[in-house]
């Protein structure tokens, strides 16, 4: 059966509206993860602490997400509003104990954290900060972290290095300042070195499908963004999945078809409607990855 986004949108909201008891999640359709990464700052109706939002996805029935570094050091008793220096600091010293419990809480509600996310990653960071980053991602269970993609190929090589010793992949994000080969340095760095691809920002970009792009570096991609733009000879502006260029149905088909493995997370970064919530939309754009999946 086919749907409208009208059904879909139904479909969605009147799930979250059932007032029923929640089971764990599971939104992995015909082997394909769809997982989420929340901005911790847009979306003031989503809780920023980590442990908060695990209610939010059990709800929603998403078993994935990009774990911010924010939301885990709010959730560890990070200082708030601290200086770097501060920062830095209590990272050396923090504990994995409550990373570990928090990936106890996680794993019992029957949600994957895949990914670690950092905001910032740089060559100012010492051997220290750099372990810490690796400790709490394993200390969560994610396979990978994943932070914007660098333009100093001294740091990719230094993380990649190091990467490569822990063995736990680095995915490195795009906005819209990349082409086709700007991962190409990186990637021959080290083995370990990976692309955290956005599918819609890659789209606006070039003006063209990301589909060759993934068809050709699909054993290097550690994880998908999922968002609709237009190109950027068309305005390239976000908007409700469905409505722009970025063949958002077509890439999950492709991952279906050749059963790719790598997560793909829903980015919600289209201007709510009015009447709507960030949960109504975070459910429409699920049941489209569940439809374009069946």
Request: hydrophobic share 40%.
């Amino acid at each position: 059966m086919n749907f409208t986004r009208r059904d879909l949108g139904k479909i969605a909201l009147a799930a979250l509206s059932s007032g029923k008891t929640w089971a764990k999640p599971n939104s992995k359709f015909a082997g394909v993860e769809i997982g989420i990464i929340i901005s911790p700052t847009n979306f003031r109706d989503i809780p920023l602490g980590a442990d908060q939002i695990l209610n939010n996805l059990v709800q929603l029935g998403i078993s994935g997400i990009e774990m911010q570094d924010v939301r885990v050091e709010s959730y560890a008793g990070a200082p708030a509003a601290a200086r770097q220096a501060e920062i830095k600091q209590w990272r050396i010293a923090v504990s994995m104990d409550k990373y570990k419990a928090l990936h106890k809480l996680y794993r019992d509600a029957g949600v994957n954290i895949y990914a670690f996310r950092l905001a910032t990653l740089n060559n100012s960071m010492t051997d220290q900060e750099l372990a810490y980053f690796f400790n709490t991602a394993e200390a969560l269970g994610a396979r990978q972290i994943t932070t914007e993609l660098p333009t100093d190929t001294a740091l990719t090589q230094r993380v990649g290095d190091y990467a490569a010793k822990r063995k736990i992949r680095m995915g490195y994000h795009n906005h819209t300042q990349v082409d086709f080969t700007s991962w190409d340095t990186a990637l021959s760095q080290s083995k370990y070195n990976g692309i955290n691809f956005d599918v819609g920002h890659f789209a606006a970009a070039v003006s063209q499908s990301p589909i060759p792009f993934i068809q050709k570096y699909h054993d290097r991609i550690t994880c998908l963004h999922l968002k609709d733009r237009k190109f950027k000879t068309n305005g390239g502006q976000n908007v409700v999945w469905g409505q722009g260029d970025t063949p958002l149905k077509e890439i999950l088909v492709l991952m279906k078809k050749e059963k790719y493995r790598f997560p793909a997370g829903i980015e919600l970064e289209y201007r709510i409607p009015e009447g709507s919530t960030t949960m109504a939309e975070i459910a429409k754009c699920l049941e489209f990855s569940k439809e374009a999946l069946a």
